[in-house]
């Protein structure tokens, strides 16, 4: 389809005045075939970008290495540009709009030169459910195309739907890289230097600016920028809630169903909880969504749930049999990895995969790596950040229901992070506000030294939002109170998990993964008011027999990781007290810190 074909006048005329600051060579409306995807990956063979993987082992599947410096998420350069900078809060980076919107059309000029300029039209959720939220995207790029069509609904069916005025949200990238004439990216990842790289939301207008990365987060922008920060501004101003999630669903063996979302910090598990395999027989899970959930008050006063997203992009390195089997049954085939390592068979390769690299291997860098066992120094021949974009329908353990458009009714929400100490298995929310203020302290341990904190210490990122949210926290924590006050019966309970706690000696007395099953059974259990437990000054814990035991964990280990550790539980309310909290200003609401009081007081008694 060509521009001029489109019914849409606003869209004609935004791709248009697109056109001309961006001076593509050709632009092309995408429709969401087969053959366009493609196409766009042969575009990428023959540009040298990326590498088609074995046919017989990988079918369908291709191998792409990025530049070193286009890697990962920027959160230092990424942007939310509300009016005034105190609705964009504290944990955002702020740039007033205009002065923004002009720095980055004078990138954009010209920017797509030598290149073309596609056009994605981009369903977030299942094409005309009334949850669900239309996007387009201009990109210059085959690689972002072909993700896209995996991790959203994309094509002439959305602009169907979209119709001749119907609301979207425009969504501007670039990778930042024109070409001259006769020029070709020729094996090199187009990107721009950091110091260049922008990655800019504009609440008001609901427009995001993204220009010089074309890597995962920062150039999928259905994702963390649509489905999340915009979203989230969207959810706030419509009643609804926009959130960093997973969603499982859980059958019990009366084949009795229950959904539960859960919002863990990136690096705890979220996929592989999405996808587990339960060791309690009887117990089936399967997954809806793996990274967002976006909920509405359905006609009953439930919340329903819908997976905004069509695929899954994980982060490859420790994903094996044991860890995710289901993950790695989806990614055998039609799959995009990035940055992980090929084998000399053309297959991929990456660190703790589950066996030893076979053979000579090339490494994300490009360079030969033969793996060393004995050299601790040896770079990994993946990086660690890099991943797999898997179509959903693929996964083994997909439940019927998640492209339902009325979404799945929400029984439970799930808070989590990595807490060696103090942070129980699982502890349940008193009431509502108890769970927004667990949700509000969400911290998880550093693990890797390479963050500028210092490992070992815990960052605090409430309901795991912290890079994703698109307006002051202090305010999301008031939308979470507000969506409270609503049919209050019917809400979903809240629980605080913990599947990494240490003993003494450093090592994790909780074996998680498909153990954990063991915890969502009693959760399940507690949304109908069943399963044994105890009040404490915390909340409510299992008795430590409610729990079936995994193997490995003693009676005593049982006992330490479901106690009230009192002394641990006044230093973290002191933390929150003297660390957190402060950072949001008057704009925490006053339930939050009341409720932090009252736990202290229960503490003392
Ligand atoms: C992700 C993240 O990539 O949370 O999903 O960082
Ligand atoms: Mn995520």
Same mark, same amino acid.
């Given at each position: 389809?060509?521009?001029?074909?489109?019914?849409?006048?606003?869209?004609?005329?935004?791709?248009?005045? %697109?056109?001309?600051?961006?001076?593509?060579?050709?632009?092309?409306?995408?429709?969401?075939?087969?053959?366009?995807?493609?196409?766009?990956?042969?575009?990428? *063979?023959?540009?040298?970008?990326?590498?088609?993987?074995?046919?017989?082992?990988?079918?369908?599947?291709?191998?792409?290495?990025?530049?070193?410096?286009?890697?990962?998420?920027?959160?230092?350069?990424?942007?939310?540009?509300?009016?005034?900078?105190?609705?964009?809060?504290?944990?955002?980076?702020?740039?007033? #709009?205009?002065?923004?919107?002009?720095?980055?059309?004078?990138?954009?000029?010209?920017?797509?030169?030598?290149?073309?300029?596609?056009?994605?039209?981009?369903?977030?959720?299942?094409?005309?459910?009334?949850?669900a939220k239309i996007g387009v995207q201009i990109t210059d790029s085959p690689y972002v195309v072909a993700n896209m069509h995996i991790m959203a609904r994309v094509g002439t069916k959305v602009l169907d739907v979209l119709g001749a005025d119907g609301f979207y949200i425009p969504c501007f990238h670039s990778v930042g890289k024109p070409l001259g004439p006769g020029e070709q990216d020729n094996g090199k990842w187009p990107c721009a230097p950091i110091e260049k790289k922008y990655i800019s939301h504009f609440p008001e207008t609901r427009e995001i600016w993204s220009y010089g990365s074309g890597y995962?987060?920062?150039?999928?922008?259905?994702?963390?920028?649509?489905?999340?920060?915009?979203?989230?501004?969207?959810?706030?101003?419509?009643?609804?809630?926009?959130?960093?999630?997973?969603?499982?669903?859980?059958?019990?063996?009366?084949?009795?169903?229950?959904?539960?979302?859960? %919002?863990?910090?990136?690096?705890?598990?979220?996929?592989?909880?999405?996808?587990?395999?339960?060791?309690?027989?009887?117990?089936?899970?399967?997954?809806?969504?793996?990274?967002?959930?976006?909920?509405?008050?359905?006609?009953?006063?439930?919340?329903?749930?819908?997976?905004?997203?069509?695929?899954?992009?994980?982060?490859?390195?420790?994903?094996?049999?044991?860890?995710?089997?289901?993950?790695?049954?989806?990614?055998?085939?039609?799959?995009?990895?990035?940055?992980?390592?090929?084998?000399?068979?053309?297959?991929?390769?990456?660190?703790?995969?589950?066996?030893?690299?076979?053979?000579?291997?090339?490494?994300?860098?490009? @360079?030969?790596?033969?793996?060393?066992?004995?050299?601790?120094?040896?770079?990994?021949?993946?990086?660690?950040?890099?991943?797999?974009?898997?179509?959903?329908?693929?996964?083994?353990?997909?439940?019927?229901?998640?492209?339902?458009?009325?979404? *799945?009714?929400?029984?439970?929400?799930?808070?989590?992070?990595? $807490? #060696?100490?103090?942070?129980?298995? !699982?502890?349940?929310?008193?009431?509502?506000?108890?769970?927004?203020?667990?949700?509000?302290?969400?911290?998880?341990? !550093?693990?890797?030294?390479?963050?500028?904190?210092?490992?070992?210490?815990?960052?605090?990122?409430?309901?795991?939002?912290?890079?994703?949210?698109?307006?002051?926290?202090?305010?999301?924590?008031?939308?979470?109170?507000?969506?409270?006050?609503?049919?209050?019966?019917?809400?979903?309970?809240?629980?605080?998990?913990?599947?990494? $706690?240490?003993?003494?000696?450093?090592?994790?007395?909780?074996?998680?993964?498909?153990?954990?099953?063991? *915890?969502?059974?009693?959760?399940?259990?507690?949304?109908?008011?069943?399963? @044994?437990?105890?009040?404490?000054?915390?909340?409510?814990?299992?008795?430590?027999?409610?729990?079936?035991?995994?193997?490995? *964990?003693?009676?005593?280990?049982?006992?330490?990781?479901?106690?009230?550790?009192?002394?641990?539980?006044?230093?973290?309310?002191?933390?929150? $007290?003297?660390?957190?909290?402060?950072?949001?200003?008057?704009?925490?609401?006053?339930?939050?810190?009341?409720?932090?009081?009252?736990?202290?007081?229960?503490?003392?008694?």
């Amino acid at each position: 389809m060509t521009v001029n074909e489109l019914k849409h006048t606003g869209l004609k005329k935004w791709i248009e005045e %697109a056109c001309t600051l961006m001076s593509p060579d050709t632009v092309e409306v995408c429709n969401g075939t087969q053959e366009e995807y493609d196409r766009m990956i042969q575009i990428t *063979v023959d540009t040298g970008l990326a590498t088609p993987l074995n046919p017989w082992l990988l079918p369908g599947c291709v191998l792409f290495r990025s530049d070193p410096s286009d890697v990962a998420r920027v959160e230092a350069r990424t942007y939310i540009a509300s009016q005034s900078q105190q609705d964009a809060g504290p944990t955002n980076n702020w740039v007033d #709009p205009d002065t923004l919107k002009k720095t980055m059309s004078e990138l954009y000029r010209g920017s797509m030169k030598g290149r073309t300029m596609y056009v994605i039209p981009f369903s977030m959720g299942p094409i005309g459910s009334n949850i669900a939220k239309i996007g387009v995207q201009i990109t210059d790029s085959p690689y972002v195309v072909a993700n896209m069509h995996i991790m959203a609904r994309v094509g002439t069916k959305v602009l169907d739907v979209l119709g001749a005025d119907g609301f979207y949200i425009p969504c501007f990238h670039s990778v930042g890289k024109p070409l001259g004439p006769g020029e070709q990216d020729n094996g090199k990842w187009p990107c721009a230097p950091i110091e260049k790289k922008y990655i800019s939301h504009f609440p008001e207008t609901r427009e995001i600016w993204s220009y010089g990365s074309g890597y995962g987060g920062n150039a999928l922008l259905g994702k963390k920028c649509l489905a999340l920060r915009i979203a989230t501004v969207l959810a706030r101003d419509e009643g609804w809630l926009a959130e960093h999630m997973l969603i499982l669903k859980i059958t019990n063996p009366k084949g009795e169903v229950k959904y539960i979302t859960g %919002a863990f910090p990136s690096a705890c598990g979220k996929t592989n909880l999405a996808m587990l395999v339960p060791t309690l027989s009887g117990w089936k899970v399967e997954t809806v969504g793996d990274d967002i959930a976006w909920m509405k008050p359905g006609p009953d006063g439930r919340l329903y749930a819908i997976n905004p997203e069509a695929g899954f992009f994980g982060v490859a390195p420790g994903t094996n049999m044991d860890s995710n089997r289901n993950a790695m049954e989806t990614i055998r085939r039609n799959t995009i990895f990035t940055n992980v390592a090929l084998t000399e068979e053309k297959t991929v390769w990456w660190e703790m995969i589950g066996y030893d690299a076979p053979g000579k291997l090339i490494d994300w860098t490009g @360079k030969e790596w033969i793996q060393d066992k004995n050299n601790k120094e040896q770079k990994p021949a993946a990086h660690p950040n890099s991943r797999f974009t898997g179509p959903a329908k693929q996964c083994p353990a997909i439940a019927k229901e998640w492209e339902d458009p009325a979404g *799945v009714p929400i029984s439970a929400f799930l808070f989590g992070g990595r $807490r #060696p100490k103090t942070i129980p298995l !699982v502890n349940q929310a008193k009431s509502w506000i108890h769970g927004v203020f667990m949700g509000s302290i969400v911290g998880s341990e !550093v693990t890797a030294a390479a963050l500028d904190v210092k490992a070992g210490t815990i960052r605090r990122d409430p309901f795991a939002m912290l890079p994703f949210c698109g307006y002051h926290m202090g305010d999301y924590f008031k939308h979470w109170l507000n969506i409270g006050k609503q049919n209050t019966e019917k809400l979903p309970k809240i629980f605080f998990v913990n599947w990494f $706690r240490k003993n003494a000696a450093g090592k994790f007395i909780w074996p998680g993964y498909g153990d954990n099953s063991r *915890v969502l059974a009693w959760i399940f259990d507690r949304c109908d008011g069943n399963g @044994k437990f105890v009040d404490t000054p915390i909340g409510i814990l299992p008795t430590p027999d409610a729990i079936e035991r995994p193997a490995g *964990v003693s009676e005593t280990d049982m006992a330490e990781i479901l106690s009230v550790d009192i002394e641990g539980w006044k230093a973290e309310i002191a933390d929150v $007290r003297k660390n957190h909290y402060p950072k949001f200003g008057d704009k925490l609401p006053q339930e939050l810190d009341d409720e932090l009081d009252a736990i202290e007081k229960r503490l003392n008694a």
